[in-house]
């Protein structure tokens, strides 16, 4: 999932663009799954990957919503965590920014499409717009 969504910032084609997005979204089908899978806890649904509560594999991949989002905005799509085409993925990312322990620690999207902007796209010497 991540070199797919670091290639929508890291080109400017917009063909490779959009093969990329489309990489990003069938990783996203594939975590669909896997939380489906990994949150059954015998006939319910768990709210996070590991059970009842937040754990390792919701804080590694959590703490990447963010990026999800910024990346989602600055390329011009729709958002990958979308509740008609992820809602259990989309469910758990509410669930997970609503934990008391995450409020105060996640990056606000702003800030990381502001580094994307400032840092990342001058590194790479790549302009990507929403209309290219």
């Known amino acids: 999932m991540f070199p797919s969504c670091i290639g929508i910032l890291n080109t400017a084609k917009q063909q490779e663009r959009a093969d990329k997005v489309e990489e990003t979204l069938a990783a996203f089908g594939l975590l669909e799954a896997a939380l489906a899978e990994c949150s059954k806890e015998g006939e319910a649904e768990a709210p996070f990957f590991g059970g009842g509560s937040i754990g ?12 999800f989002e910024a990346i989602g905005r600055l390329a011009g799509v729709p958002p990958f965590l979308d509740a008609a085409r992820t809602p259990k993925l989309a469910a758990w990312a509410g669930r997970f920014r609503a ?29 990507v717009t929403a209309s290219n």
Do not use: H, M, R
Request: hydrophobic content about 55%; overall charge negative.
């Open 99 to 127: 934990a008391e322990p995450v409020i105060a620690l996640l990056t606000a999207v702003d800030k990381v499409q502001e580094y994307i902007t400032s840092v990342l796209y001058p590194k790479w010497n790549v302009a």
């Open 56 to 67: 390792f594999l919701d804080i590694a991949l959590g703490c990447y919503i963010p990026w």
